[in-house]
């Protein structure tokens, strides 16, 4: 009697577990955020979408949860609370509902969004970089012709797919420099159009350091295996956009058949970067680290640092003046590299029509507001009115108002190219390499890569 | 065998046949992605009932046979499920182009043809396993040390075994990060002191390579001295006494008796250290992520010094974006690591005998 109460036991434990395995797979259908939801008010949100769906039942809904309700998922993990005040307003102003996931740390999005499209649980609206659009060939929606198209030029356009990506934020990158320091040096950053206007400026500054309170000319860092990005993408793209006009695709078109680069303009690039290594502050250059690097700009101890406006976001982060000098390792080059790094794109088989909805009202003034005033960033549409809080906006708006800006082609390189890149920026750092061999190494490495 | 009654046998089929029924309905409910609510309950309903069927199935001959079927469900499925059908999927998709969301179509052999073009691979596997020598040895016989020590009557001994064992405690992503710290900010202090060598050991393929094997060693040796302690505490005392009352002195007493002894948990540890060191990943993603540079090798100049096998194919998967590449290279992986474990456990066990 007792072994066959045992027995019932057993097998019920074992019914429970196995109910308990088999309900698993139902959940992500029914509920809507994955794990990692960071809704701040679910409750509220939950009670929105409610209202929502009732609102809005006689529209079709694609969706599980009703024709208003629309999932994002931001790459940006700093501005995720933003963006959760932004999705409270647009529940506020129109009845729909913004769920907004963030991912972010060292898990990038695009590597998420696979798992979330086997898993058929993919978001609306998602982020993506600019080379990535062919990964979802034939998966993005078509957004010519809304409204905010007319507001800007940053959209995302794509060969066989339209006009996909919808510009969030505008960022640019060149050489930051404390307008002070220059200042207190003599040094007028709108002369620094050519090589030797750069050596002589570099020079200058090198033998005021004292004077000036600085510890080195420049913040630059090639440090590979965390800031591998910054060398491999950022400071890459000067050589395939610098001096060019935002939609001149010269260099990497030429990079992207087989690997190709210019040798001339390489040469030309690396005895810039060999300039730049010599007047780096040295702990810096080999071994160090982005918060050392920004540190060390936000506290004045360089001029001029190789990162962008991302990097000081807040007025309150520096007490001086700063603004952007191009990369002008050739004569006349006078741009910066401004654009959207990355856009929101909405997903064909979700809630276009609701996509589409927000896309229009976050073009709008009260999300410009947010975005601008509360997440820092640069708004890409002309008709918004508010200034960007950005310390560097300043000097990105002259650019761009001017025309002096290229685009972010870098992002349009072969996946994982910075990785190789990276490296060599490193070895000719630390000497192993002159500038010839940078050059050539360069050369090498790349086509390798395209090779293979 | 007509032993059954009716009753028995209409509940058994009847159980069978609606078990399967209902798992089908709901198996095509989720194929067809129509009824959302219904398609989990009827799943495990029906498999259920379909277990409750197969219970009461009227049969003495293979009663038990059943039972032992049930009960032993649940762990082979899970097996299943995580084990066995991704290894038979990751080896399916290693013959397609599936960059982790499309999959155009089969390619036959030409990602195995092509990794073996890859002169950066070639390098990977090469210093996996350089790296799986210099650790098999090095923590094998730090570890063993360690335990010699911390079996001896020194005192504080319950101090040193859990200092020796923290590392291991400690993720490889921190341990790694920590490390990183000290070989650029602090160990960087002392060198340019020293040799006015101002930069770090992790910017140069070979001392970064050394920076690798050691934060390994601090990481595993602990736990492998663990293993170690036991082994070295089952040897009977009166073997020892015999041996200290034969007059043979402490080193006769370590190489002809200790070490004999303790065949068995060498034969683990080197396996253990054998194939941990071959799937290396955490540490070598944060301390270098496969960076530093090989000026020549067959006839390129390579920018992944340091990456090795396990890391190569998570770069190839996740940041290249060539998921079927990467899954072709992690089938070699396997086959590399199933090779070398099955002949080195041969070979052990063999040793063992003779011991």
């Known amino acids: 009697m007792k072994s066959r109460f045992l027995s019932v036991l057993l097998a019920g434990a074992m019914a429970v577990s196995l109910s308990a395995c088999g309900a698993a797979p139902a959940a992500p259908a ?4 994955s794990e990692t939801t960071e809704a701040t008010d679910e409750g509220a949100s939950e009670e929105a979408s409610e209202e929502a769906s009732e609102e809005a039942s006689d529209s079709s809904a694609p969706a599980a949860g009703g024709a208003g309700e629309v999932r994002l998922l931001n790459g940006k993990p700093e501005i995720d609370q933003q963006l959760q005040d932004l999705a409270k307003l647009y529940n506020e102003e129109t ?48 957004l010519a012709g809304e409204a905010w198209t007319d507001k800007t030029g940053f959209e995302l356009i794509n060969a066989s797919m339209g006009t996909i990506g919808f510009p969030y934020t505008v960022e640019a ?66 050589y395939l956009d610098a001096g060019l006009k935002a939609d001149d695709t010269t260099y990497i078109d030429l990079l992207n ?34 918060d050392q690097q920004v540190a060390g700009f936000k506290d004045g101890k360089y001029a001029f640092i190789t990162q962008g406006n991302w990097c000081v976001t807040s007025p309150d982060d520096v007490s001086f003046e700063c603004g952007f000098a191009p990369y002008a390792f050739e004569d006349g080059i006078d741009t910066i590299i401004a654009g959207p790094p990355s856009y929101w794109v909405a997903y064909s088989e979700g ?26 960033l640069v708004s890409p549409f002309d008709d918004c009115k508010y200034e960007a809080v950005n310390p560097f906006y300043k000097s990105m708006k002259s650019y761009i108002d001017a025309g002096k800006y290229s685009g972010w082609h870098t992002m349009l390189k072969k996946d994982g190219l910075q990785n190789v890149t990276c490296q060599v920026f490193a070895d000719y750092a630390q000497g192993k390499l002159d ?15 395209y090779a293979n | 065998m007509g032993e059954f009654s009716v009753m028995r046998k209409t509940a058994s089929f009847g159980c069978l046949i609606a078990g399967l029924v209902l798992m089908i309905w709901g198996l095509a409910m989720a194929i067809g992605k129509t009824g959302n609510t219904l398609r989990g309950g009827a799943l495990v309903v029906g498999a259920v ?95 063993f040390l360690l335990a010699l020590l911390c079996t001896s009557k020194i005192k504080g001994l319950g101090f040193f075994r859990a200092a020796y064992f923290l590392p291991n405690l400690i993720g490889g992503i921190v341990l790694g990060y920590i490390w990183q710290f000290i070989f650029s900010n602090v160990i960087t202090k002392f060198t340019t002191a020293l040799f006015d060598a101002r930069y770090s050991m992790l910017s140069e393929t070979k001392t970064a390579f050394i920076g690798i094997v050691i934060v390994y060693i601090w990481q595993y040796a602990g736990y492998i001295m663990l293993i170690y302690i036991t082994g070295l505490n089952t040897i009977p005392g009166d073997v020892l006494e015999a041996s200290s009352i034969d007059g043979a002195n402490a080193t006769q ?98 040793r063992e005998v003779e011991l």
Not at chain 2, 273 to 292: C, E, H, I, M, R
Not at chain 2, 307 to 313: P, T
């Open chain 1, 30 to 33: 029914a509920g809507t955020g």
């Open chain 1, 95 to 142: 009845g729909n509902t913004l769920i907004v996931e963030t991912i972010g740390g060292d898990t990038n999005a695009s590597d998420e969004l696979k798992k979330m499209y086997q898993a058929d649980n993919m978001p609306d609206i998602f982020v993506i970089e600019a080379n990535q659009a062919d990964t979802w060939d034939g998966m993005l929606a078509d």
């Open chain 1, 173 to 238: 990158t060149a050489l930051g420099y404390n307008a002070d320091v220059l200042k207190a040096a003599g040094v007028d950053p709108a002369s620094l159009t050519s090589p030797s206007a750069y050596a002589d400026a570099f020079k200058t500054l090198d033998e005021k350091k004292g004077e000036l309170g600085i510890t080195a000319v420049l913040g630059w860092c090639a440090e590979p295996a965390n800031l591998g990005w910054s060398s491999g993408t950022h400071v890459f793209a000067q």
């Open chain 1, 257 to 290: 058949d087989g690997g190709k680069v210019d040798e001339k303009r390489m040469k030309d690039f690396a005895e810039f970067i060999g300039m730049m290594n010599q007047y780096s502050d040295p702990e810096l250059l080999v071994d160090g680290t982005y």
């Open chain 1, 351 to 376: 809630n276009v029509d609701g996509a589409k909805e927000f896309f229009n009202w976050c073009s709008g003034d009260s999300a410009q507001n947010i975005l601008v005033n509360q997440a820092g």
């Open chain 1, 435 to 449: 500038a010839d061999g940078f050059a050539s190494t360069m050369a090498q490495v790349i086509q390798s890569y």
């Open chain 2, 49 to 143: 009932l379909f277990f409750a069927g197969l219970y009461l199935f009227p049969t003495f001959k293979h009663h038990r046979t059943i039972v032992n079927i049930i009960f032993l469900f649940p762990l082979l499925f899970a097996f299943a499920v995580t084990v066995i059908i991704p290894l038979v999927l990751g080896i399916g998709y290693s013959f397609t182009d599936w960059n982790g969301i499309k999959m155009k179509g089969f390619v036959g052999m030409a990602n195995y043809t092509r990794m073996f073009k890859q002169p950066g691979f070639i390098w990977s596997i090469l210093i996996t396993f350089l790296f799986v020598v210099f650790n098999i040895i090095l923590v094998n016989l730090v570890a």
């Open chain 2, 253 to 350: 007493t370590l190489f002809n008796i200790k070490i004999p002894m303790i065949a068995p948990t060498i034969t683990i540890c080197t396996f253990l250290t054998l194939t941990s060191a071959f799937k290396q990943f955490d540490v070598n993603l944060a301390l270098t992520n496969g960076t530093g540079s090989v000026a020549d090798f067959m006839g390129n100049y390579l920018t992944n010094g340091t990456e090795m096998l396990a890391l190569n194919i998570y770069s190839t998967a996740v940041i290249n974006n060539e998921y079927a590449f990467g899954e072709a290279k992690a089938v070699l992986f396997f086959i590399i690591l199933a090779v070398v474990s099955i002949v080195q456990v041969r070979i052990s066990n063999k």
